[in-house]
C-alpha cells in the first residue's frame, strides 16, 4: 500500500484501500439530471396529473418548464405583473413601489438598462445551458478590469488614494516575491524544500513578482505608465511603485481573491438586453395561458384531493387545486400564508433569514469612465458603504451609459435601506466622487434604485440559513434538509435549497431536483 502511495499517489492507494474495504466509503456521485420527455408516462401512467407552481421566479418558471415536457398540466401564480421574481432588470419605464411607499418610475434612454437583481453567470452555471435551450443571446460581463480602482480607509499615505488594480496588483504580487524569494535565498526554508525546488520557486517567484536580477522589486511596466508609449522614441513613463510598508499596511489588495472564487472567475457571461431577457423566454415557452400574474396567493393546504391554494387576482378571490405544489415563495414568507404545514416545517422555513442587498444605477449623458480613466466593463471596489461601482457592459463609444453606483449587501447596504431614493442617489455620488472625482457628480440624466428588502413579494436579498456561518452552500443545517422532503403533495424548491444560495443555478437546480421527485413519485404510484 505504501508503494501505491509512493508511485500511484494517493488516489491509487485509496482506491485499492476500498477495493479491500479499508478506506470510509464516498459519497454516491450526484445524478445526472435528465430533461423529462413527452413519452414518459404514455402507456404507463392514467389520467393527466397537475401541478401548481407558487412563484414565478427562476425556481419556479423552471419547474414549469420542464413539468410541461412530458404533459403535465401547470399552473404557475405569480404576484408580480412579470415574470423573473427577485431577478429583474430596470429599463425605461419600468415602475415599482417598495415596502415604504415610495415609487419610482425608470426614464433611462431606449436600449439602457441595469440589472436590479443577479446580472452575472458563471461559466459553469445551468442558467447558460437554459440560455442556449431558450435562444436566449448572451454577451461576455467584465467581472474585473485592471484599469478599475481600489479605494480603501487606512492609517497610510494610501489612505482614500485611488489606486488601479494593476498598480495594486503588481505592487503587492512583486514585494510578496521579493519577501518571498529572500526567505528561500536565507535558508529559512530549507526544512521544506530541496535546492531543485528552491531554484524552481525561485525562477516562478522573479517572474511572478517581475523582481530585478538581484531579486528586488523596482516597480514594474504592469503597474501602467503617467504617458503611454507611443511611436518613434517616445518609450513612455512608467508609474513608479508605492513603497513596500505602504502596500503592505494599505491593505489594497484585499479584494484581489474575489476572482479567484469558482463562481467569479473570467470568463462571466450575461444576456443582451437584461438578465429577465431568461425568464421573458420562460414565459413564451411555458404559455402566459399558463401563468396566472397579480395572483397573490393567500393559502396553501394539503387536502385528500392533492393541493389547495387560495389566490386573489384583478381583486376577486380565486382558488386551485392540483395533484401537486411547487412552493417557491421566499422561505420567510411562506408563514403568512393560510396553511396547515406541521410545527417542524414552519420552525424550518423560519431558519431562513432574509438579507439585505440593494442596487442603484446612475445614466450618465457622457462616458467619462471610457474616454477619461480608460474603463471598459469592471467595478471599482472601496470599503465605504456604495462597496463598488460597476461599469457597463455594453454600448461601449457611445454616448452614454448606465453606471450601478453601488451593489452593497448586509450593513453597508442597511445605510441606504432606510432612506428615499433621492437620499440614495446624494449619498451614492458623494462617497463615488471620492473615487472617481468630480466628474462623478456631473452629466446624471436620470437613476433608479433597488432594496431586496424593500421590494414587496421579495422583502430579501438571499437566505442565509441560521447555524450555517453565511455559507451559500456546501453546509446542510437540519432545518434545510427538513425543506428537500416534500409536505404531503406540498415540495419547496429555490435557490436557498441548493449550494448555490443567490445564484441563478442554485433555484434551476433545485427546481430539477423537485421536478425529478415528483416525477418518479407519479411513475411509483401509476
Not at 474585473?144 to 503588481?170: C, D, E, H, P
Not at 468630480?438 to 447555524?467: C, H, L, P, V
Request: glycine share 12%.
Amino acid at each position: 500500500m505504501k508503494g501505491l502511495g509512493a508511485t500511484g499517489g494517493a488516489g491509487l492507494a485509496y482506491g485499492a484501500m476500498s477495493t479491500l474495504g479499508l478506506a470510509p466509503s464516498t459519497a454516491a456521485p450526484a445524478r445526472t439530471f435528465q430533461p423529462l420527455a413527452a413519452g414518459d408516462l404514455i402507456g404507463k401512467v392514467k389520467g393527466s396529473h397537475s401541478v401548481v407552481v407558487l412563484g414565478g421566479g427562476p425556481a419556479g418558471l423552471c419547474s414549469a418548464f420542464e413539468l410541461q415536457k412530458a404533459g403535465y398540466t401547470v399552473t404557475v401564480l405569480e404576484a408580480r405583473t412579470r415574470p423573473g421574481g427577485r431577478v429583474w432588470t430596470a429599463r425605461g419605464g419600468t415602475e415599482e413601489t417598495d415596502l415604504s411607499g415610495e415609487t419610482q418610475k425608470c426614464t433611462f434612454s431606449e436600449g439602457h438598462f441595469y440589472n436590479v437583481g443577479a446580472t452575472r453567470i458563471p461559466q459553469s452555471h445551468i442558467t447558460l445551458d437554459y440560455c442556449r435551450e431558450l435562444g436566449v443571446e448572451i454577451q461576455g460581463f467584465g467581472n474585473q478590469n485592471a484599469n478599475t480602482f481600489v479605494n480603501y480607509q487606512s492609517g497610510t499615505s494610501l489612505s482614500g488614494q485611488s489606486v488601479t488594480y494593476r498598480a495594486a496588483k503588481a505592487d503587492t504580487f512583486g514585494y510578496m516575491s521579493e519577501l518571498l524569494k529572500k526567505a528561500t535565498d536565507q535558508g529559512a526554508l530549507d526544512q521544506v524544500l530541496s535546492r531543485e525546488d528552491k531554484d524552481a520557486l525561485s525562477e516562478f517567484l522573479s517572474d511572478f513578482g517581475d523582481l530585478s536580477d538581484d531579486g528586488r522589486y523596482l516597480g514594474s511596466s504592469r503597474r501602467g505608465y503617467d504617458s503611454e508609449p507611443g511611436a518613434g522614441l517616445n518609450f513612455g513613463t512608467e508609474k513608479k511603485p508605492f513603497a513596500m510598508q505602504e502596500v503592505i499596511r494599505s491593505g489594497i489588495g484585499r479584494n484581489f481573491s474575489f476572482d479567484f472564487g469558482y463562481d467569479q472567475a473570467m470568463m462571466m457571461f450575461t444576456p443582451v438586453g437584461g438578465m429577465d431577457r431568461i425568464y421573458y423566454a420562460f414565459q413564451d415557452r411555458i404559455g402566459t395561458d399558463n401563468i396566472v400574474f397579480g395572483a397573490e396567493v393567500t393559502s396553501m393546504k394539503n387536502v385528500s384531493e392533492g393541493v389547495t391554494v387560495e389566490y386573489t387576482a384583478g381583486g376577486s378571490k380565486k382558488s386551485i387545486t392540483a395533484d401537486y405544489a411547487i412552493c417557491t415563495i421566499p422561505p420567510h414568507l411562506v408563514g403568512r400564508l393560510q396553511n396547515n404545514l406541521p410545527g417542524d416545517v414552519l420552525t424550518a422555513l423560519k431558519a431562513a433569514k432574509p438579507s439585505s442587498s440593494g442596487k442603484l444605477g446612475i445614466e450618465y449623458s457622457r462616458r467619462w469612465w471610457e474616454t477619461e480613466d480608460r474603463i471598459y466593463g469592471g467595478a471599482s471596489n472601496t470599503d465605504k458603504d456604495i462597496s463598488q461601482i460597476m461599469f457597463p457592459y455594453d454600448h461601449y463609444n457611445s454616448d452614454r451609459g448606465v453606471v450601478v453606483a453601488y451593489y452593497s449587501s448586509g450593513k453597508r447596504q442597511e445605510a441606504f435601506e432606510s432612506l428615499t431614493h433621492r437620499q440614495r442617489l446624494a449619498k451614492a455620488i458623494a462617497e463615488g466622487s471620492e473615487i472617481h472625482g468630480e466628474k462623478y457628480t456631473r452629466d446624471i440624466s436620470s437613476s433608479f434604485s433597488g432594496s431586496w428588502r424593500r421590494t414587496k413579494y421579495s422583502e430579501s436579498a438571499w437566505a442565509n440559513w441560521a447555524g450555517s456561518g453565511g455559507s451559500h452552500g456546501g453546509a446542510a443545517t437540519p432545518e434545510y434538509e427538513k425543506l428537500l422532503e416534500p409536505v404531503d403533495k406540498i415540495y419547496f424548491a429555490g435557490d436557498h435549497l441548493s449550494n448555490a444560495i443567490a445564484w441563478q443555478h442554485g433555484a434551476l437546480t433545485s427546481a430539477r431536483d423537485v421536478v425529478t421527485h415528483i416525477h418518479e413519485r407519479v411513475a411509483q404510484e401509476a
